[in-house]
């Protein structure tokens, strides 16, 4: 019994313990056609060529942050627009730097850039290996791009966790800088099983406890039929 109940609470921790994660997208109408709801979409029109002057900026539900305090955001200027001038597309101003997507959902997509320190947009780099831009979610996933659209800079990406709690995600473009031309959220289906809704957490824990103590009842019902 003893024994049984060890095995128990070492599934329940690993139950507990184990991340979510989720699915990625490369097409927007796949990704879009799982999501329950939009929740909001940064276009981020406004934004101007330069030193945007702040560290965050919010817009319809979507915060968008350089991960250093000290280094404000920056607006591309890849056409060689006059500083000043509304462009559409940030990206930080430090290639040590993550943007880092903060909303409420369990769902995100984008598009997606590079630049080099002269915002010159990047397609790949000569070694096609090289990881130009990575994603980091909160709930424990990651995706890497090694070559990025050659028509167009701008690359889409989606994602949709396991799990119904809100996530966040960090980009990374080290060497270069990474950037954004859009961001949308929303709430997502399980894209294990399409069409159905992701499970709380608790619900894995409950039905790890109901399958465990199923398997206990069993074997002691076969203990007793074979005394």
Same mark, same amino acid.
């Given at each position: ?13 690993? @139950? ?21 709801? @939009? ?20 817009? #319809? ?17 890849? #056409? ?16 040590? #730097? ?20 002269? +915002?010159?947009?990047? +397609? ?21 791009? $090694? ?7 701008? $690359? ?5 966790? #396991? ?56 074997? !002691?019902? !076969? !203990?007793?039929?074979?005394?």
């Amino acid at each position: 019994m003893k024994k049984f109940l060890s095995l128990a609470a070492a599934s329940l921790i690993f @139950v507990g313990t184990a991340n979510a994660q989720g699915k990625w997208y490369t097409d927007y109408n796949t990704w879009l056609a799982q999501i329950t709801l @939009v929740g909001g979409t940064a276009e981020y029109n406004d934004q101007i060529a330069g030193d945007l002057g702040v560290t965050s900026i919010t817009e #319809d539900g979507v915060t968008v942050t350089n991960n250093k305090n000290s280094n404000n955001l920056w607006g591309i200027s890849s #056409d060689g627009t006059a500083s000043g001038t509304p462009r559409g597309q940030i990206s930080s101003s430090d290639s040590s #730097d993550k943007l880092t997507f903060t909303f409420n959902g369990n769902a995100f997509s984008g598009r997606f850039l590079v630049t080099d320190a002269n +915002d010159n947009y990047l +397609d790949n780099l000569e070694d096609d290996d090289d990881e130009i831009l990575k994603f980091k979610t909160s709930d424990g996933d990651e995706y890497s791009f $090694t070559e990025l659209s050659v028509e167009a800079p701008f $690359t889409f990406l989606g994602y949709i966790s #396991d799990s119904t709690t809100p996530i966040s995600l960090d980009l990374i473009g080290a060497p270069n800088f990474a950037g954004v031309d859009s961001f949308s959220f929303g709430n997502g289906t399980n894209p294990v099983n399409p069409g159905s809704a992701v499970p709380e957490p608790g619900e894995y824990v409950s039905m790890a406890i109901l399958g465990i103590g199923l398997c206990g009842m069993i074997v !002691r019902s !076969r !203990r007793i039929k074979k005394s």
